[in-house]
Every structure is written in structure tokens, then in C-alpha cells.
Nanobody
Framework: QVQLVESGGGLVQPGGSLRLSCAAS????????IGWFRQAPGKEREGVSC???????YYADSVKGRFTISRDNAKNTVYLQMNSLKPEDTAVYYC???????????????????WGQGTQVTVSS
């Protein structure tokens, strides 16, 4: 049974950092593209970052230079390191098998099949 479990969310002040984790079970994560998405209240879910099965990384323009995606195959986990957080980063963050990221007029998309339950990130003073 495929399962994705996010953790690491919380309340942080503007300029702070958080590291989100996406732990996978039921499948070997490194064979898949893994995406991070977020959804703020009243807004559509958007792709934030993606790491492909070949470890190519993609970032939405809004987070490029601040967020870093990585994977630890031994732990079957993908991480999203988020630095210099802004109030507009406040959202529920989800990981998924598959990606949809728009960046600099281009995009990277692979079909999204499975979602985690999400973790809340709140950036506020």
C-alpha cells in the first residue's frame, strides 16, 4: 500500500526556516518523481518543487533560491528545506508521487498519483 506522510510543519516567524519531510512506504521512492505542492486558504493547489527520478530539481519562481528539495534514498524520504520564509508561504504543504511545477515560462509535469495528508506551515510574527 502506497503511503506518503509529511511532517515538519509549524509556526515560524518571517525570515525563519523549516524543513519538511515526506516519508514513503509501500514503494521505493527513488524510482519516482516526487513533488511538493501547497494550498493556501481560498487558493488553488500549486506545485512548489519537484525532484525527478534522475535527481533533477525544479522550483517555482516564487520559491527559487529559498527552498531546496532533496532525497535520502536510505530513509526513503524526500525533504523540502525552506529558508527566508515569507507570510505568503503560509499554506498546507503536500508531497505527491508526480510533479507539476511552472518556472520561468516553462514547466515540468508528470502525472500525480498519490498524495500525502499535508502539513501546515504558518509564517507569521
Amino acid at each position: 500500500q502506497v503511503q506518503l506522510v509529511e511532517s515538519g510543519g509549524g509556526l515560524v516567524q518571517p525570515g525563519g526556516s523549516l524543513r519538511l519531510s515526506c516519508a514513503a512506504s509501500g514503494f521505493t521512492l527513488d524510482y519516482y518523481d516526487i513533488g511538493w505542492f501547497r494550498q493556501a486558504p481560498g487558493k488553488e493547489r500549486e506545485g512548489v518543487s519537484c525532484i525527478s527520478s534522475s535527481d533533477d530539481q525544479y522550483y517555482a519562481d516564487s520559491v527559487k533560491g529559498r527552498f531546496t528539495i532533496s532525497r535520502d534514498n536510505a530513509k526513503n524520504t524526500v525533504y523540502l528545506q525552506m529558508n527566508s520564509l515569507k507570510p505568503e508561504d503560509t499554506a498546507v504543504y503536500y508531497c505527491a508521487t508526480g510533479c507539476s511545477v511552472y518556472y520561468s515560462g516553462s514547466s515540468y509535469y508528470t502525472r500525480v498519483r498519490d498524495w500525502g495528508q499535508g502539513t501546515q506551515v504558518t509564517v507569521s510574527s
